[in-house]
Structure formats: C-alpha cells, structure tokens
C-alpha cells in the first residue's frame, strides 16, 4: 500500500490545509502525521512560552480531529531542525513512506531544514511542498523588472489586482479514510519547553474557535475597522494573529471570508482596509524569501548598521517591564507582558520608543517580543520592528520619531487603556494621566509610578544625530 506523510510544522489545521489535502487525494493511500518539537531550536528562536502552550493546545486538537478522519498524528521531540533532519528519515524509511507532504516554511533556518531533508530522501521518497501560509507564492507578485517589490503600495496595489482576476481557492477538510475513525486517540507526551498559561477566553484553542473569531469580525467589525483600529481601549481589531502565526487558520479562508461577507473589499469598499493587513503579512514573507539577509537579523538599509546604539541595561529593562515613565509606552508593554498580545498601534508606538527615544538596537525589542507574544511570528515581528527602527523596506524614515505623550494622548485620549493596564494612575484625571508627574507636582502629591526615564526631547535629537552620523559614515 501507498504510505503519505503529512510533515506539520506552523499549519495545525485540517481545513485548507494545503499539504494535508494532497496527500489525502489517494484514496487508497494510508495517510499519516507527523509533529516535530524542537525545543533547543525554539528556544534560539526565543519561542515565547505562552505561544508554546497554545501550540500544544492547538497540536491536541489537530490530533483529535485527524483521528476522526482515520489519519493517526505522531509527535516527537528532539533538540534542533538539523536533528529533526534525521528523525524524519528514519520515520520514512520505518513506515515505508512514498512521498512526504509539506507546507513551506520561509526562514532562513527552515529553508535550509527542508532542502536538507529532501536531500536525504532523494530517490527514496517523493518530496512535494506548497506556498500554504500566504495568499500568493513568493515571486509571483513582482515589479515589471521581475523583481521584489521594496515599497509596500505598489506591491499592494499588484497584488490585489492578481486577487481581482481571481482568489486562490481554499481546500476542503479531507474525508475519513476508509478504515475509519482512529480510537482511543493516545495523549501526547508534553513539550520539554517552557510553558505559561493562556487566556483561554482571549485565545481559545481549534480551528471552530479561530473560524468562529474570523466570521464574527468580518460581519460584525470590519466595516468599523478603519475607525476603530488604532484605539487600544476598543474591541476593534481582528485578534486572530495567534491562529495564523500558528496556521490553526489560513490567509485564504481569512479573504474567502472576508469577501463572502464584504463583497466590495476587493474594489476599496468596507474591508478593504483590513484585507491590505493580510496583504502586508504577505509582503514580509515575500521578502524574507527574496532577502534572506533579513531572517539573519541584518537590516534591509545597509547604513543602519552603522548606528551607534545605547548599552543601557537599565533602560532596556525599564521598558521591558512598563516602568519608562511613559504611561501608554508602559501600558502597552505590561499588557503584552500579562496577556502575550500587544495592540498593533501599541507595537508602533513601543518599538519606537526604544529606538528612537532610548536609541537602543532594534534587535533586542525584536527578540524580546518574541519571548512574549502568543503571536510570535518572525517575519511580521521583523517587518514590524525594521519599519519602527528605518531600517527596514518601506520603512519610516528615520526622522520620524513618535512623540509617546501626544501618540497617548491621541489614541487613548481619556486614559481608559492606560488606568486599565496602570492602576497607579486610576486616580489621575483624564487629561492628566499622559504626564501625571506634572499633574502630581503642581498639586503635591505623591505618586507611585516612575518619573520619565528620559526627556523626549533631548532622546529625538540624540537619536536624530546618531542616525545622520551613520548615514554619513556609510
């Protein structure tokens, strides 16, 4: 009999699963799963620990659901991809397995696991890979040069007209195999990795929880999105990074969605605003691929190496546990720090604190998002990152620096987000809360909150001269 592996890696769903669906389309193939856990691996690539429960609650309900369909979900553990190189030789040479499925992965580290493993089992199994997580392959959505684009609007604009000349199609859930449903289904051992509670309200596990999430926006909330998204004090945003950094939900079922619910998304109407926030996740992935220098932690504008950052632990600490002095820098940070999810605008508006403010390299607010973020993902956590510091493509330019009080001032104008994240300053009114330390000076009173870490003012004109001096350098 014909053996198919499924190899599942950031794509623990049945339904659109692109990898799954192939190899389910023999019939009369035996169909297995398999899941490798890298923990020294997660751990270079500083996983964060809630991101790792809710992949082990994610991976449980993969297991169940493959089981009621007759496909058997094997897990097993060992330190590093190069490892897992090996073990998944020896599962295909121990279950006589003919081809191997999977969905493309396009990091660096990952690129070189999956060429080395296809490598290995050349002439012995059939290796067949699929763009998965993104809506259109990398390489397909290029200049009229052939080339990747490096600003976001024209590649947007490309980009949607290829959606408008017709949507990639989403796969249907495979059909039990003839054998049958699998019973009793075995427990999966536990990951030897840190793990932290998630919110189970917040980011409740499974693909119905995830599609019920998605459906709900795009009736309910994505016509409002354009106005709501930029406050973190409303329920205006989508919240369903965590499935798709994990693949529990697909980019393709989030626009099949979308449009069934906003048919004018494609042509500017109501949804189009978020429909280009799918576009962005797929434009950091399309440039992972065409430079793979970003997935090593370079910055795309070379010069920018050459900036002369700050060593300041204790600013670098002051920041990671909300205690700057900024009151919306420090909300949003003790936020992430308790639930694992950060408001977008509050990434923009963190990230460019620490550099543009505490002039402390980007790359230590990347890393240390990660260890946070039940929505840890690489290439949007970089793009991000990269654009927050002007080192990026299509990143802001280097003199545009958040003001931190007038950004809070803007998006959470009566303080609610900031007195919810910062009790201290419950008492503060509403148009002081954003420097209460002069509201508490001038009235004398006593507060329990950090004076300001630096003045703004004095850290934008730093940071503008180290800037100007490594372009000069350069």
Known sequence: MTTHLVWFRADLRIHDNLALAAACRDKNAAVLGLFIATPQQWQDHAMAPR???????NLQA???ALAERGIPLHVREVATFAESVEEIKQFCAKHQVDA???NYQYELNEHRRDREVERCLEGNVVCQGFDDSVLLPPGSVTTGNGEMYK??????RAFIRRLQEGLPECAHAPKARE?????PVSPLK???YPQCAVDETLFPAGEQAALARLRHFCQQKVARYPDERDFPDRDGTSRLSAWLALGVLSPRQCLHRLVAEQPGALEGGPGAVWL?????RDFYRHLLTAWPKLSRHKPFIGWTDKVRWQQNDDHFQAWCEGKTGYPIVDAAMRQMNETGWMHNRLRMITASFLVKDLLIDWRRGERYFMTQLVDGDYAANNGGWQWAASTGTDAAPYFRIFNPTTQGEKFDAQGEFIRRWLPELRHIPDKAVH????????????LDYPRPIVDHKAARAATLAAYEAARKTH
Do not use: C, M
Not at 276 to 280: D, R, Y
Not at 435 to 446: D, H, I, L, N, V
């Open 100 to 102: 191997l499925f999977y």
């Open 179 to 183: 054998g049958g449903a699998l019973t």
């Open 51 to 57: 991101q790792a429960a809710f992949l082990w609650q």
């Open 151 to 156: 600003v976001f609007t024209p590649f947007s």
């Open 276 to 280: 280009n926030e799918l576009i962005w």
């Open 190 to 192: 536990p990951f030897d």
């Open 62 to 64: 993969l297991q169940t």
């Open 435 to 446: 420097q209460p330390w002069s509201w508490a000076e001038k009235r004398g009173a006593r």
